[in-house]
């Protein structure tokens, strides 16, 4: 095929000297029509030329029989510690020229299999999923310390009054406590054998993320709900002092974003003053709020929920993680509320633990450590009543039926 090749590439090169030596620039018609045809053939002859080369390159030489065909089952043939001559010139040409260069010899004397076995799975389909992390959403402070010390005030007592000549003034009061919060380590760990390190680059960077998501997962948890006592953080719902509000479904068709409005305006008017900026929601709430529609049907979040703004209540952002308790809300005052306090912030470590190193195991930690400073209690407002379930499409027939939800 490649002497073929050869051959009609010097029959079009002489074609286009021969209209050349007669002085034309350009092609008739027939020489044309025969130059086309040439030139599809070498693209076809280049294929399979390319294919063949391939089949080679995997399958190898033909296969022995006898003594000759067990020597492949020597893995020494198959990774020898010595590289060909031209291979090392080569590489050291790459090398001079700044080009990374990975050298693998392998024995090709012997029947490949890679024929019976499936395609090569890239990337591994085994990337996690992030969800919001509230972190990102709270205002924080670098600690030098260990511990942070802090003033917690809860209420705010008298009111200013007009007073006369030589009478007294009205005395404000607002009583704080002086806290001190410990930063807590958050941590976990994976164990990745230097085989999948070396061969699988996808799955490694896959298993390093998810253990930034579980770190991140522990942080929605423990901010929200961490019940204190240099065991857990100091949640935002475990504050003392925060306000409530019980969501009752008010208004003629049973919605709730009414109920929101009431928690926006007992954070408004309560000791704080607060003025709410995010809501916090487990997503089959969320799903189950912004679904709810009016006796129009049209949805009360939006009503061309393809065009406007769905991730917003009343023009508070709304967050969404898993971690929360589905059927409850939290709803706070970022500029207000307090701070999360940051020791150490989330890192990403690589070593050895016992025996891993024996074993090639490399081991991945995640880790940081902080805590929450609730400086403000009353600027959190903890709801409860809110749907706990997410809407579910049903089809029976040819038609589809949005389920209750409760």
């Known amino acids: 095929m490649e002497k073929k090749r050869e051959a009609i590439r ?58 000759a065909a067990r020597a492949v089952s020597s893995a020494g043939r198959l990774a ?54 509230l972190l990102d959403k709270l205002p924080g402070f670098a600690l030098d310390a260990p511990s942070l010390e802090y003033i917690q005030v809860n209420s705010t007592s008298g009111t200013a009054a007009i007073v006369g000549e030589g009478q007294l003034k009205p005395e404000i009061q607002m009583p704080a406590t002086k806290l001190t919060t410990t930063a807590l380590k958050l941590a976990c760990h994976a164990g990745i054998s230097w085989e999948q390190i ?36 100091d949640g935002l719902l475990n504050a003392t002092g925060i306000l409530t509000f019980a969501a009752t479904g008010f208004g003629p068709n049973n919605e709730h974003f009414t109920d929101i409005a009431g928690a926006i305006a007992t954070l408004r008017t309560g000791p704080a003053l607060a003025e709410p900026d995010l809501l916090l929601l487990h997503p089959n709430t969320w799903a189950s709020l912004r679904t709810e529609q009016d006796q129009m049907g049209r949805f009360y979040v939006a009503a061309d929920p393809s065009q406007d703004q769905v991730e917003q209540v009343w023009g508070i952002e709304v967050l969404q993680s898993t971690e929360f308790t589905p059927g409850e809300g939290v709803l706070l005052d970022t500029t207000l ?16 633990a016992n025996d891993d190193l024996v074993r090639n195991i490399l081991r991945h930690v995640a880790e940081e450590r902080l805590n929450v400073a609730v400086e403000r209690p009353a600027a959190i ?26």
């Open 80 to 133: 020898p510690l010595s590289f060909d001559p031209d291979e090392m010139r080569s590489a050291h040409a790459r090398l001079s020229r700044g080009e990374t260069v990975v050298m693998e010899s392998r024995d090709p004397g012997y029947v490949s299999a890679d024929s019976l076995l499936p395609p090569q799975l890239f990337p591994v389909p085994t990337f996690p999923i992030h969800e919001s992390r």
């Open 337 to 352: 509320f307090g701070r999360v306090a940051v020791r150490e912030t989330l890192t990403l470590r690589i070593g050895y």
């Open 381 to 406: 407002c903890h709801i409860t009543g809110l749907p706990a379930t997410a809407p579910t499409v049903t089809e029976t027939e040819g038609t589809s039926k949005k389920s209750s939800k409760s």
């Open 198 to 233: 070396s061969d699988w680059d996808a799955f490694v960077a896959a298993v390093r993320n998810e253990l930034l998501k579980k770190i991140v997962d522990l942080e929605n948890q423990q901010i929200v709900y961490g019940t204190g006592g240099g065991t857990q953080l």
């Open 10 to 67: 010097s029959t079009a090169e002489s074609v286009c000297l021969e209209a050349r030596s007669q002085g034309r620039e350009e092609l008739n018609d027939g020489e044309l029509v025969r130059l086309k045809a040439m030139q599809g053939d070498l693209r076809a002859l280049d294929e399979r030329i390319n294919g063949y080369r391939s089949e080679l390159e995997r399958v190898g030489t033909i296969p022995k029989f006898g003594r």
